[in-house]
């Protein structure tokens, strides 16, 4: 399997060099040449499989240039992290014996070092990168550049900190991240490990990156020290692929637990900002995986629901901060990856709409192209209100307890089945633990919370609702604070090629 970009016809390269890399040349994304096929007996295996083993026969479907063996070896030094043996446990919510009422599945991505969904992709990075650097002989240091909108940053760190031959530098929106989000990365230790905030939203912070990757004068500049970038965002290819495993892995529980038969068609509801989780289900959907549609649950920075609607991306809109911090996003860069594949590869078209978003903030896709997506995806955004109404309403229901993100998910679900009747089976994507939001989660649950800070909440939220503490957010309250640094979005570089010189 070769690996193109998004936006001109390149020489197809191997996907190490792909991970390796992060951000083709000319700003495009990379994406395989072919989306692989699997058979309704291949996924008949699943259920019999551990999540590593799901994991590694993902992998090995996309990344040929890994052997089995080395994938198996990754798979199993990513997930051994994780607190749970089902690695990615699927909660039911709606359970009917009977199947008069069709079952809605929790998927708890967040049982990893840092309580969020990124630690599934991000534990696996690392070590898809280390085998990658011995594929391709490569001397050079390399240097992870992430911005994050408050998951990403820590999972990245934890997953890249001390890892030979690499360095990691994180930039987070001073003011845009959970006080929990930004006490995990401001305390991460690690030799390689840099955090700097960044005055402005978490797009601000993304444009800057991406502007230092195409920058050709700073790519220089730090070959020169012998350092080359690379991504940890889901831009990075290695990063967004892991994350297929586990709609796959999502449908095998519901198997198991028999919830549905061998081919029966599901829903996935995904909360959506930067558009990689929910472009993982697409993937699975187009390898064969039976979905009938894909929900993409946004926030009130609904710039993906009016793109669904509409056919029209404008990213030149009021931006809000919200209670689902990692859904503040008005730029969702995987969405590229998307209008590639539906426009056929179509890389002239991909490139006009990308450079219309630089320069005026928008872009239309055709009509054809929009009929496409509309086959495919529904999409809805939800309010603050909305969002803490069914945090309470499932946990007064089921005694399930939902973070905002995963709230915001169910809740278009909701809206999707009032509009459309449609009551198929559901596997919802649930983002985090909700003892990262804990001061939304407890106003949700009508907790009184004036004068209780965010670590004391983490308590308060606990003897209310018996649900166990994550180990890492258990010892924040403890954890020395290790990185002060602030920047403004046009300092970025800067910052970036100090940090390379150390």
Not at 42 to 63: D, M
Not at 183 to 197: D, P, S
Not at 339 to 357: A, K, P, V
Request: proline share 4%; glycine share 6%; with cysteine.
């Amino acid at each position: 399997m070769k690996y193109i970009s998004t936006r001109s016809k390149i020489t197809p390269i191997s996907s190490a060099k792909a991970i390796l890399q992060g951000l083709a040349a000319d700003g495009g994304l990379f994406v395989p040449e072919k989306i692989p096929k699997v058979s309704l007996e291949e996924i008949g295996e699943l259920p019999k499989k551990s999540y590593e083993e799901i994991s590694a026969w993902l992998l090995g479907k996309f990344l040929t240039d890994y052997t089995p063996d080395e994938l198996g070896e990754c798979a199993e030094l990513a997930y051994n992290w994780f607190d749970v043996s089902a690695r990615i446990p699927v909660a039911i919510l709606i359970h009917d014996p009977e199947k008069k009422s069709p079952p809605v599945g929790n998927m708890e991505l967040w049982h990893g070092p840092t309580a969020a969904f990124k630690d599934v992709a991000l534990q696996m990075l690392p070590h898809l990168m280390r085998i990658a650097l011995k594929k391709v002989g490569e001397t050079k240091k390399i240097l992870i550049l992430v911005a994050t909108s408050g998951d990403t940053g820590k999972a990245a760190l934890a997953g890249f900190a001390d890892v030979p031959q690499t360095k990691i530098m994180v930039f987070y929106p001073e003011d845009g991240v959970s006080k929990i989000q930004k006490l995990q990365m401001i305390t991460q230790t690690g030799e390689n490990v840099n955090v700097t905030a960044v005055r402005g939203n978490f797009d601000d912070a993304q444009t800057g990156v991406k502007k230092i990757f195409s920058d050709k004068k700073i790519r220089g500049d730090l070959n020169k020290l012998g350092v080359k970038l690379s991504s940890a965002n889901s831009i990075n290819w290695g990063r967004l692929v892991p994350q297929i495993a586990y709609y796959f892995a999502g449908y095998a529980e519901f198997i198991k637990s028999n919830q549905i038969k061998l081919g029966e068609k599901i829903i996935i509801s995904v909360p959506t900002g930067n558009f990689g989780n929910i472009l993982a289900a697409y993937y699975a959907y187009k390898m064969g995986l039976p979905v009938k549609k894909l929900i993409c649950a946004s926030n009130v920075n609904n710039v993906l629901t009016e793109f669904f609607a509409t056919g029209v991306y404008n990213r030149n809109r009021k931006f809000f901060k919200t209670i689902t911090p990692s859904m503040d996003i008005l730029i969702s860069s995987n969405l590229e990856r998307l209008l590639f594949h539906e426009s056929g590869g179509d890389f002239r078209q991909i490139n006009r709409y990308m450079t219309e978003l630089n320069n005026l903030g928008k872009y239309k896709i055709d009509k054809k192209l929009k009929d496409r997506l509309d086959k495919i995806f529904y999409a809805e955004y939800v309010t603050e209100d909305e969002t803490k109404l069914f945090i309470k309403r499932v946990y007064d229901s089921f005694k399930y307890l939902l973070d905002t993100h995963s709230a915001v998910s169910i809740a278009a679900l909701s809206k999707y089945r009032g509009k459309t009747k449609d009551f198929t089976p559901v596997l919802s994507a649930s983002t985090a633990s909700p003892y990262k939001f804990t001061s939304a989660v407890l106003s949700a649950l009508e907790k009184n919370i004036d004068g209780v800070d965010d670590l004391a909440q983490i308590n308060l939220l606990n003897d209310f609702t018996g649900l166990r503490i994550p180990k890492n957010l258990a010892n924040l309250s403890t954890a020395k604070i290790l990185h002060e640094d602030v920047c403004d979005k046009n300092e970025m570089a800067e910052r970036v090629l100090k940090f390379a010189e150390k």
